[in-house]
């Protein structure tokens, strides 16, 4: 069936390091969406990508949409302990708009 | 303006009892979503609706899992009889989605409700 895998499952960084998120889809998707899940919480939107090749920028948030528009990334620059979370991506298929999310990457920062 | 609301939060019920989720979406959001999360696993859409219609129920278990939005607000899902592996966190969502049902946009999510089957 139609997948959005997501990798990596975790990440340890230190305070500051980089972070960054993959999602790739089976198929081709119409646009796809992230989000940020904090422990115990419930995912918040964070933004959505809809042109084949798309960049976004939210502050340190880097959004990245494929040119086949099968994959996109998120990367945060200089991570914080703010940002502990869980990311998740949810692509929407271009055959027949089914809404799938991925298994997320949780981000730990190491002390 | 209120958020997404959800009850109960909580639930722990025996195995073979039926549940009841009940959710409330932001005013005026004519899309609602279930989805299912599992610990550590991302979000499983159990089923969209655009207004009072179901427009995505595909990945819904339909022999014990029904839900309704009949006038296109308030939302409940219902789980008869619980099993074992139905222990998960039942979140609901809604949206503003002008387009048709191939339209996606931010989806707001309630707190959820954490359902414990013994």
């Known amino acids: 069936g139609q997948q959005v895998m997501q990798i990596p499952q975790y990440q340890h960084v230190q305070e500051g390091e980089d972070f960054t998120t993959y999602c790739n889809s089976s198929?081709?998707?119409?646009?796809i969406q992230w989000y940020k899940q904090r422990p115990g919480g419930h995912p918040v939107f964070l933004i959505q990508l809809v042109k084949s090749g798309e960049v976004k920028k939210q502050k340190r948030l880097t959004f990245q949409f494929g040119e086949a528009k099968k994959n996109s990334s998120l990367h945060i620059t200089a991570t914080q302990t703010t940002d502990v979370g869980t990311y998740f991506c949810?692509?929407?298929?271009?055959?027949?708009?089914?809404?799938?999310w991925g298994a997320g990457t949780k981000l730990i920062i190491k002390p | 303006e209120a958020g997404v609301v959800q009850s109960p939060r909580y639930k722990i019920i025996e195995k073979k009892q039926p549940v009841a989720f009940w959710c409330n979406p932001i005013s005026g959001h004519n899309t609602l979503y279930w989805y299912r999360q599992n610990l550590g696993q991302g979000p499983e859409l159990l089923i969209r609706?655009?207004?009072?219609?179901?427009?995505?129920d595909s990945q819904l278990p339909k022999d014990r899992f029904s839900a309704e939005r009949l006038k296109g607000v308030d939302s409940t899902l219902k789980i008869q009889p619980a099993e074992l592996g139905d222990s998960a966190v039942y979140l609901c969502?809604?949206?503003?989605?002008?387009?048709?049902?191939?339209?996606?946009?931010?989806?707001?999510f309630g707190p959820g409700t954490r359902l414990t089957v013994l």
């Open positions: 609706y655009e207004n009072e219609e179901a427009v995505d």
């Open positions: 198929t081709t998707l119409s646009n």
């Open positions: 949810a692509g929407i298929m271009d055959s027949n708009y089914q809404l799938i």
């Open positions: 969502a809604s949206s503003l989605d002008l387009g048709d049902s191939s339209s996606y946009n931010e989806q707001f």
